[in-house]
């Protein structure tokens, strides 16, 4: 499970599996257990009794891992929905104690680290507590677990694997005698049964599953664009916080840098506060701007009758910032403008819940392109993938940044800078390919949710689906 910064040790991490001899078991339990939380998650475990008792660790080894997925209906030809499958009998353990979550960013690094944290829960055999959500980070979004997601079917989903609680019992407070222990993070651990026990169960459960409220909205706001034809999901990550995290500020003018730069220094967990935000650009690093995106769609084939749906929330300049993307692409649609008052009303102010919205569009496009490869993206991609390899276009940052100045300064003609563009995109269009997996390197491999190929070929040979080559063809 590789929890990473930007996600991890409890934000964001992937899960791994390199065999460890058992002689180092004790020294990799250590790492596992302090990789409970990252950054901004923060994990308490209430023990009780002898949480720490021998017997944990004689067991550790026959653990089962569940990656949740957020569960999108399926249908039969004539539209009727399935019966939900019949969730098995609870498992019978043990518990050494209480696992509490609380987890920081939005709303998909956030759904990162709960799945993360399952797996620990499973790991450890403890009984997971309901996770708390981040209600003080940039977003400052005051839903609770609750208001996002299903309760019941996280709880009943999961039982045959991990006891899940809203709370811990009263009779295991302090007043009782029982103590919490907090866990500082360390990031980028690993997991030891990983690919034999843990990977095979991928698609077993769906135990996320947003509250019918955000299901019915998301459904009907799909419903609506396909009414209207296909559809393209463009994930533009071209926000306030976005910016001012990573420091690109290009197209900004002095004043608007000068708001992001305050904004960062604003908060402290924002760890690089100096930044050029040029040198960042030409490496890539930054989220394409609107007018970027609105070059790269069409040189990539995308035309004028294009209806692209804008999964974002507020664009940081406004429609000035979009006119150029407006121009080239007349059929420009947003939950805002394709929703009433009414509709958004209850989601207002909370971020997560948009979010959550903007999640299903783009899991259901017919072509999805992040601008950004953030959590968001990421985990729609590995969706994608995990649906049948739908249609994602993965965007060489540093190459098309190379691609717009050298066509903006005269040296590529438009027809130049279409075909380099269709050229170095060839390739990453999300094809089936093999996670690049680096044994002890795990922040330099492949993002596990964004490519899990391990669950892709459970009932094929993986060769045939994924060609012979261990390596990711479409990473950054």
Not at 89 to 115: D, E
Not at 126 to 147: G, I, Q, R
Not at 340 to 357: G, V
């Amino acid at each position: 499970m590789e929890v990473r910064s930007e996600g991890i040790q409890v934000r964001c991490d992937k899960l791994q599996s390199p065999v460890i001899p058992r002689t180092r078991l004790r020294i990799w339990f250590i790492r596992v257990c302090s990789s409970i939380v990252v950054w901004t998650c923060l994990v308490q475990l209430v023990t009780v009794s002898e949480l720490w008792h021998s017997h944990l660790i004689s067991g550790i080894t026959n653990g089962i891992y569940h990656i949740t997925q957020v569960q999108l209906p399926i249908q039969e030809d004539n539209g009727v929905a399935q019966s939900p499958p019949v969730f098995l009998p609870p498992r019978n353990y043990t518990s050494n104690g209480f696992l509490r979550v609380s987890c920081n960013g939005g709303l998909n690094q956030m759904r990162a680290a709960i799945c993360d944290m399952v797996t620990v829960a499973r790991f450890l055999n403890l009984t997971l507590v309901v996770p708390e959500l981040d209600k003080t980070s940039f977003w400052a979004d005051p839903s609770n677990f609750e208001d996002i997601f299903d309760v019941k079917h996280f709880i009943y989903s999961l039982r045959d694997e991990v006891r899940i609680v809203k709370r811990v019992p009263k009779k295991f407070s302090s007043k009782h005698g029982y103590a919490t222990l907090e866990m500082p993070p360390v990031s980028w651990s690993n997991e030891i049964y990983y690919l034999e026990q843990i990977l095979p169960l991928f698609g077993k459960h769906k135990a996320l599953k947003f509250t019918p409220q955000i299901e019915n909205l998301g459904h009907k706001l799909i419903q609506m664009l396909h009414e209207k034809g296909p559809f393209v999901a463009l994930h533009l990550r071209y926000e306030m916080d976005m910016l001012a995290f990573s420091g690109c500020t290009y197209g900004c003018t002095d004043k608007e840098a000068e708001e992001l730069k305050q904004l960062r220094y604003a908060f402290p967990w924002w760890r690089e506060k100096e930044i050029i935000s040029d040198e960042r650009r030409s490496q890539g690093l930054c989220p394409l701007t609107p007018e970027e995106a609105a070059l790269v769609l069409r040189a990539l084939g995308f035309g004028r009758e294009t209806q692209i749906y804008i999964a974002a929330g507020e664009i940081y300049g406004g429609e000035r910032r979009l006119a150029q993307l407006r121009a080239l692409f007349p059929r420009i649609v947003k939950k805002e403008t394709l929703l009433t008052w009414d509709d958004l009303q209850q989601f207002q102010n909370h971020s997560s819940q948009m979010a959550a919205l903007d999640f299903m569009v783009s899991a259901a496009s017919n072509a999805f392109v992040p601008t950004y490869d953030g959590n968001m993206a990421k985990l729609v991609e590995g969706h994608r993938r995990y649906s049948g390899f739908k249609k994602t276009i993965l965007l060489d940052r540093k190459k098309v940044v190379e691609l717009v100045d050298m066509h903006q300064n005269g040296t590529l003609s438009w027809i130049e800078f279409a075909d380099a563009v269709r050229r170095v995109h060839e390739k990453r269009i999300a094809q089936p390919t093999r996670r690049r997996v680096i044994l002890d390197k795990p922040k330099e491999e492949d993002y596990f949710y964004a490519n899990p190929h391990e669950c892709l070929c459970e009932e094929t040979n993986c060769d045939d689906l994924l060609g012979p080559r261990n390596s990711s063809q479409v990473s950054s």
